[in-house]
């Protein structure tokens, strides 16, 4: 009788515990808040805290964990603790690497963490395979996974700024969304 009872308490403990964090990991939630967090430095402290808790193997959300280590590397004011910052970023990206290596949004995360940290620290040797990877992403939507809305939004930012190169810029808008 004992047995039974057991097997099904655990089941329902491991049930309850994926679903919670099933419900505090949405992408669409995390997309927004990794917007807001590289905006405001209090948003970026919750980003953080929250996406430390994360201990999964989502490939995608593996890659919002590690922004949120490079958020707080813009907030901080220890150089040390920024380089510290920035390396769990690169270690994080890696693994969700590992885990799908053709992810555009992981990808896309990456470039725009390594485009933006200066290039004296050797931290942004990915910009070109990632942004590879990126463009043939928004090349095969909705195949590659991604919604449109944030189809729409990697190639705008992509198509901003020096991003790209001018032949990198023409095919992304020749790309349909």
Not at 77 to 90: G, R, S
Request: proline residues 3%; contains cysteine; charged residues 30%.
């Amino acid at each position: 009788m004992i047995k039974p009872f057991l097997l099904l308490f655990l089941t329902f403990t491991c049930n309850v515990v994926l679903a919670d964090t099933n419900s505090r990991y949405k992408l669409t939630d995390l997309r927004k808040e990794y917007l807001e967090a590289s905006k405001n430095e209090k948003a970026g402290g919750r980003f953080y805290d929250k996406m430390s808790a994360y201990h999964q193997k989502d490939p995608i959300i593996l890659a919002y964990k590690a922004a949120s280590e490079a958020v707080m590397a813009k907030y901080v004011w220890n150089p040390y603790t920024k380089l510290k910052h920035l390396k769990a970023a690169a270690s994080f990206f890696e693994d969700a690497v590992k885990l799908d290596k053709y992810a555009p949004e992981v990808r896309f995360l990456r470039f725009t963490v390594e485009f933006y940290v200066p290039r004296y620290l050797n931290l942004s040797e990915h910009l070109e395979e990632d942004k590879k990877v990126v463009i043939l992403g928004l090349k095969q939507h909705p195949e590659s996974g991604m919604t449109t809305e944030l189809a729409r939004a990697i190639r705008e930012f992509m198509l901003s700024k020096d991003h790209c190169t001018q032949r990198e810029k023409k095919q992304l808008e020749e790309i349909r969304i």
